[in-house]
């Protein structure tokens, strides 16, 4: 049971974490436009010039540092989907941030979906101490793998339909889901590795994991230099992030079910992400 408790409160912590970083990597986003105008030698007035890089640094560093938390919780032997079954937590951080800071709008729709979210993720994570204990060792390595590979390519079709489409919207869901979907994927693998670091094939996949983690900072920051409203982009990220772990459980996990929980918690983070303004029509 303590261990149960233990995992959640660091997977709390670490949405936390990566929501306040995500935030402010859309507030200092604009150091591309800088890079970019210098290179070309445009002028470029942007406000905050001296700010916004540091902004968008300290982002990025918090992100950097965010795995500790997953790895923490594996040593507390917490499969994957309890762990980011608390990462829709973070989207009240990112709603206070992006009014205080961001000065984005926030309706009583945008309210409502992020309470529907946040009371899915909940229900996933209550669930867990109903759950058996299962024998995580008993993934099959390869198949994992495999399953990566697969999501890539299906996210690598979402992501150039999306600019093809040219609207920030498409761009944002597409770029949102890619990013959480090898997020969510980032604690499975460090899950795998840290089974068994006293050889070369343990550490081959726990590292690995980091890249992983890597491709969902990378689909982030694409993502918000294509313009892509945090509004979008991180709740299309979170759903990604509580999902795909599930998804993956279902497939390669054994003796892991789907309970009438599990559905109705998934069914809720999704009607959540579909209230919010980001995926409405206006």
Sequence with gaps: MWAIIAAIL????DTVQLHIAKSMQRQGIEIYDQI??????????IEGRVKKPFIYLAGVGLNNIEPIWLIIANFFGAYPSLVTSMFGVGLVVLMVYSVKVLHEHVNRRDATGAAIIIGGTLILGIE?????????????KVA?????????????????????????????????????????QDIIFKMLGQQDLSNVIGWFIFLSSFGIAFLAFLFTQLGFARKAPASILVPAYDTAYVLVPLLYQVLLLPGYEIWWTTVLGAAAIIAGIFLMR???KK
């Design 128 to 140: 867990a101490f109903f759950r058996p204990e299962y024998a995580e060792e008993a993934i099959n």
């Design 144 to 184: 994992s793998y495999l399953f990566t590979i697969i999501f890539g390519l299906l996210a690598a079709v979402l992501m150039i339909v999306a600019l093809r489409t040219k609207s920030i919207k498409n761009i944002g869901l597409a770029f949102g889901i890619t990013a959480g979907g090898f997020g969510g």
């Design 10 to 13: 660091c997977g709390i912590a």
């Design 278 to 280: 980001g995926l409405t």
């Design 36 to 45: 970019r105008a210098k290179i070309r030698k445009e002028p470029l007035q």
